[in-house]
């Protein structure tokens, strides 16, 4: 049984005890009932449609009936407020953003939130953190940027997600970038490769732009996409660690090259082979750049893609739903290369805003997007969570290679530029070495020794005993003990707890040898809830 069913398996399990218990199974068509299988679970999902069909759901939907798969319930606001900030921002909704939220009773509350994270600080480190996982931004081997490479191209990258800048020259400035690397900053593109033989740098091309891995294909492709990039040279100066990536100099003479598609092109000595590969790329119809982004965004959003490995695209691995796929490429070259048009068709979706808990028994119900995927929080994410909730801030520094790099304390995990500083948390918890650029690199899979940190590390006991949130929510609610129960779950879970678990919880706050505890027994509770799964994951 594979990681995903067992979480699923789990939330299901106790979204049906919590329910059955309090007595909150809602009354629906006998019609209804029998579509989905059984009734919607409270307070996990909804029995109606949250938010309007799109063109997108209908054609997930008509790939579910050739499937026989049926897709399951909408999310409740309290999941999708969680998820969408998760998803978006990297970070737990404030509670006070969560209670305005449900409590908004205008229809389109749901786009609206989404428009709003979409222009904040956060989605930007979040997005910045994602594109230098692919981008293998990092100081130390097998990488080599160095801690001044590190912060140009981490800059670059930074401003360009900030500015929404058009994908396709985000794309043609790093592959037809010349310069130092510390002023040039696309530049680094180059550098942050495992080799500067043509054939690495043809491989990391297509890897990050045209979502393919070299090593499969044939031959004769494979000679054509190193030639393209046969003319690239470099070259170190007096500066420490700096380096000049540019054309070689050497007198050259017009050859005949091989595009990815079998286009026969002919390359002048005046052209720069790169500037040829990039025009090609970068057309509306080409069937490989927009395919591949759209892949990656809809995995960064519901964890796993169109095509699984996301990376890993071709005729070998077909698409889950290649009309659904190819909507979306269109859409994005329409818009300008417009990767926030994407993002915005997908996460106003019902395929997004849809329930983790399937109505299906398919075994692919997840691959099949019958259901919301469940995955692990980053561990990026969950360190500036568990911060975000009264952990002390991690410290983050470099002695090796000179200069000395220090992170202050105030700066998120997320933020953090360079792959080469790291910690034994971000380690556990499977934080990318980004050696490769592949998507696979980021750890997914639980572990013994992330389960044993979050029962027994001194972080995790101090954040529940000296947290001023937990201690704030203790003085606001002196004398009610349920009333902080709630806060600590609004908090933690960014919902309020059922009624089957008030009364489950009840008899914590109870006189313990004839003396009331509401301290212990509001860290007990807090413990709990940072251990189980609906806090550790995305569901």
Same mark, same amino acid.
């Given at each position: 049984?594979?990681?995903?069913?067992?979480?699923?398996?789990?939330?299901?399990?106790?979204?049906?005890?919590?329910?059955?218990?309090?007595?909150?199974?809602?009354?629906?068509?006998?019609?209804?009932?029998? *579509?989905?299988?059984?009734?919607?679970?409270?307070?996990?999902?909804?029995?109606? $449609?949250?938010?309007?069909?799109?063109?997108?759901?209908?054609?997930?939907?008509?790939?579910?009936?050739?499937?026989?798969?049926?897709?399951?319930?909408?999310?409740?606001?309290?999941?999708?407020?969680?998820?969408?900030?998760?998803?978006?921002?990297?970070?737990?909704?404030?509670?006070?953003?969560?209670?305005?939220?449900?409590?908004?009773?205008?229809? #389109?509350?749901?786009?609206?939130?989404?428009?709003?994270?979409?222009?904040?600080? #956060?989605?930007?480190?979040?997005?910045?953190? =994602?594109?230098?996982?692919?981008?293998?931004?990092?100081?130390?081997?097998?990488?080599?940027?160095?801690?001044?490479?590190?912060?140009?191209?981490?800059?670059?990258?930074?401003?360009?997600?900030?500015?929404?800048?058009?994908?396709?020259?985000?794309?043609?400035?790093?592959?037809?970038?010349? @310069?130092?690397? +510390?002023? %040039?900053?696309? %530049?680094?593109?180059?550098?942050?490769?495992? @080799?500067?033989?043509?054939?690495?740098?043809?491989?990391?091309?297509?890897?990050?732009?045209?979502?393919?891995?070299?090593?499969?294909?044939?031959?004769?492709?494979?000679?054509?996409?190193?030639?393209?990039?046969?003319?690239?040279?470099?070259?170190?100066?007096?500066?420490?660690?700096?380096?000049?990536?540019?054309?070689?100099?050497?007198?050259?003479?017009?050859?005949?090259?091989?595009?990815? #598609?079998?286009?026969?092109?002919?390359?002048?000595?005046?052209?720069?082979?790169?500037?040829?590969?990039?025009?090609?790329?970068?057309?509306?119809?080409?069937?490989? +750049?927009?395919?591949?982004?759209?892949?990656?965004?809809?995995?960064?959003?519901? @964890? =796993?893609?169109?095509?699984?490995?996301?990376?890993?695209?071709?005729?070998?691995?077909?698409?889950?739903?290649?009309?659904?796929? *190819?909507?979306?490429?269109?859409?994005?070259?329409?818009?300008?290369?417009?990767?926030?048009?994407?993002?915005?068709?997908?996460?106003?979706?019902?395929?997004?805003?849809?329930?983790?808990?399937?109505?299906?028994?398919?075994?692919?119900?997840?691959?099949?997007?019958?259901?919301?995927?469940?995955?692990?929080?980053?561990?990026?994410?969950?360190?500036?969570?568990?911060?975000?909730?009264?952990?002390?801030?991690?410290?983050?520094?470099?002695?090796?290679?000179?200069?000395?790099?220090?992170?202050?304390?105030?700066?998120?995990?997320?933020?953090?530029?360079?792959?080469?500083?790291?910690?034994?948390?971000?380690?556990?918890?499977?934080?990318?070495?980004?050696?490769?650029?592949?998507?696979?690199?980021?750890?997914?899979?639980?572990?013994?020794?992330? =389960?044993?940190?979050?029962?027994?590390?001194?972080?995790?006991?101090?954040?529940?005993?000296?947290?001023?949130?937990?201690?704030?929510?203790?003085?606001?609610?002196?004398?009610?003990?349920?009333?902080? %129960?709630?806060?600590?779950?609004?908090?933690?879970?960014?919902?309020?707890?059922?009624?089957?678990?008030?009364?489950?919880?009840?008899?914590?706050? $109870?006189?313990?040898?004839?003396?009331? $505890?509401?301290?212990?027994?509001?860290?007990?509770?807090?413990?709990?809830?940072?251990?189980?799964?609906? +806090?550790?994951?995305?569901?």
């Amino acid at each position: 049984m594979n990681r995903a069913h067992t979480v699923r398996t789990a939330l299901l399990r106790l979204a049906l005890v919590s329910a059955v218990c309090a007595g909150l199974a809602l009354a629906t068509g006998a019609a209804h009932a029998q *579509a989905y299988q059984r009734q919607p679970i409270p307070p996990y999902e909804y029995p109606a $449609q949250a938010v309007e069909v799109t063109e997108l759901d209908e054609l997930v939907a008509a790939g579910l009936r050739q499937h026989g798969v049926s897709a399951t319930y909408p999310c409740s606001d309290e999941v999708f407020v969680r998820r969408v900030y998760l998803d978006v921002t990297g970070t737990l909704p404030e509670p006070e953003a969560v209670e305005a939220f449900l409590s908004d009773t205008t229809s #389109d509350k749901r786009a609206a939130l989404i428009d709003e994270l979409l222009e904040s600080d #956060d989605y930007v480190d979040l997005w910045t953190l =994602r594109w230098c996982d692919v981008l293998r931004v990092k100081s130390e081997f097998p990488i080599n940027l160095w801690p001044n490479g590190v912060q140009a191209y981490h800059r670059w990258i930074h401003e360009a997600v900030r500015d929404n800048m058009p994908y396709d020259e985000f794309a043609r400035q790093m592959l037809t970038a010349s @310069g130092s690397n +510390f002023r %040039v900053p696309q %530049v680094n593109f180059y550098r942050a490769i495992q @080799g500067t033989e043509p054939r690495s740098i043809a491989a990391a091309a297509a890897l990050t732009f045209m979502g393919s891995r070299l090593e499969g294909w044939d031959a004769e492709r494979q000679a054509g996409m190193e030639q393209l990039f046969s003319r690239v040279a470099y070259k170190r100066t007096d500066e420490w660690k700096e380096e000049i990536v540019h054309l070689d100099p050497a007198p050259a003479q017009a050859f005949d090259a091989l595009l990815p #598609d079998g286009t026969q092109v002919t390359i002048e000595p005046h052209q720069d082979p790169r500037a040829v590969f990039a025009d090609w790329l970068i057309q509306p119809d080409n069937e490989w +750049f927009a395919p591949a982004v759209v892949n990656r965004i809809w995995a960064w959003l519901l @964890g =796993r893609g169109l095509v699984h490995e996301a990376d890993d695209m071709g005729p070998h691995n077909p698409p889950v739903y290649p009309d659904v796929l *190819a909507y979306l490429s269109v859409e994005l070259s329409d818009a300008d290369w417009d990767l926030k048009r994407v993002m915005r068709l997908i996460l106003n979706s019902a395929v997004y805003q849809q329930s983790a808990l399937p109505v299906s028994t398919h075994e692919d119900v997840e691959a099949l997007f019958a259901c919301y995927p469940v995955r692990p929080l980053e561990a990026e994410v969950l360190q500036d969570a568990l911060v975000q909730l009264g952990a002390q801030p991690p410290s983050y520094e470099s002695a090796i290679p000179e200069p000395f790099t220090h992170v202050p304390e105030s700066n998120r995990t997320i933020a953090l530029a360079d792959g080469s500083i790291t910690s034994q948390f971000l380690e556990i918890f499977g934080r990318p070495t980004r050696d490769t650029g592949r998507m696979s690199e980021r750890g997914t899979e639980p572990s013994d020794a992330q =389960r044993l940190y979050l029962l027994n590390s001194t972080d995790v006991h101090n954040l529940v005993q000296r947290s001023r949130i937990f201690l704030d929510i203790l003085l606001e609610h002196e004398g009610d003990p349920l009333g902080a %129960v709630d806060a600590a779950y609004l908090t933690l879970l960014s919902r309020h707890p059922t009624q089957a678990e008030l009364q489950a919880i009840a008899a914590q706050f $109870q006189a313990r040898e004839g003396r009331p $505890q509401p301290k212990k027994a509001l860290e007990d509770i807090a413990w709990a809830l940072l251990n189980s799964k609906e +806090f550790l994951y995305h569901h």
